[in-house]
């Protein structure tokens, strides 16, 4: 089976609050979603790149990403599950069996190693797998008041990260059953967890943050320096 990737990239950033979404925001040398876009083509393994953009997108043609043959532009849609189904129906010549890879455009600080070792486990499981890394925090749930209802044991509990590695078939069909019956899909592993499946977790460094407020990206610069050593 052949290995494709996805990157949803249609957000509108409002949490960010800047005028510019934050996925154009410059990282170091280069925007936060190239720093995403060439760590995956990194992997000369994956066969192509569906990156799903806002309609009106008009920054990613000026990005010297977008000319490479590998890279495919994609409209998204307005839920990042919508986004991720148009691009997987552009990876035309994709196989049910083969493997896909999804991976958000505001997370430019994952590692080459954490993306190959989520590709050698995913793909010896029968579902396949996720990066994800333990809670450190102690964590609660809250009553309707906003008191805490519960301390949940955070044993057990992990943060879900990106890249996410599926069967092209079965994310597909996951994500066609969900959006048939309303379910709640914030990530791809949730949508194959709604049909009865189990990933497999597969612990990556906490390094991976997805870029959500300013502050982040002072932080993903400090990671990205230590990269390079
Ligand atoms: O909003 P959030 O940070 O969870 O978005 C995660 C990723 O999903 C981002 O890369 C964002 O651009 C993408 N997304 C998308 N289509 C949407 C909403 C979000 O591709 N409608």
Redesign the pocket.
Known sequence: PRLWAVI????SGARFGAALPK?YLKLADKTVIEHSISKLLMHSDIAAIAV?LHPDDHFFSSLSCANDSRVLRVD?????A??VANALAALEKAADSDWVLVH???RPCVSNRDIKRLIELGCAHSVGAILASPVVDTVKRSTALGEIAETVDRKDIWRALTPQLFRYGDLRDALRFCHDQQLLVTDEASALEHCGRQPLLVEGSPRNI?I?YPDDLAIAEVFLRGEEQ
């Open positions: 949803p990239a249609a957000g996925q799903a998204g849609g307005s839920e990042r919508h986004s958000d455009a505001a997805k959500t």
